[in-house]
């Protein structure tokens, strides 16, 4: 039996149309990944930095970390997908919640390729 894809992905979420960037209320090094330990999750509030579009992957503005969309945290955990954790952020003007994705280990398989 043929299952859906898990998520369909543009191949090009970067060239989207004034896609939204956050800015992180604290400082941290933006050239090592975010996680548990990081500054950010005991201060998660962030801020819109530019663009007006919140679509389901969010770059933060001067890093090369992202945050998801709730539908996206769901859709790994409900598929079972290792190897990653988030931190939910507050965004007041945000029209859903997002977290900051970050990996924890090697992933596991996904099948729906």
């Not at 290792?82 to 996904?110: C, N, Q, R, V």
Request: aromatic content about 10%.
């Amino acid at each position: 039996m043929d299952r859906p894809p898990l998520f369909k992905l543009s191949a090009q979420l970067s060239n989207r149309r004034s896609p939204v960037k956050l800015r992180t209320s604290v400082p941290y090094d933006h050239t090592e990944l975010a996680g548990l330990n990081s500054p950010i999750a005991t201060n998660n509030r962030c801020t819109r930095a530019s663009g007006t579009k919140w679509y389901d992957f969010v770059q933060l503005y001067d890093s090369f970390q992202f945050a998801i969309s709730d539908r996206v945290r769901v859709a790994l955990r409900t598929e079972g997908i290792t190897g990653w954790d988030s931190i939910a952020l507050d965004i007041p003007e945000a029209p859903t919640t997002y977290h900051l994705f970050f990996p924890t280990s090697k992933a596991g398989p996904i099948l729906n390729l």
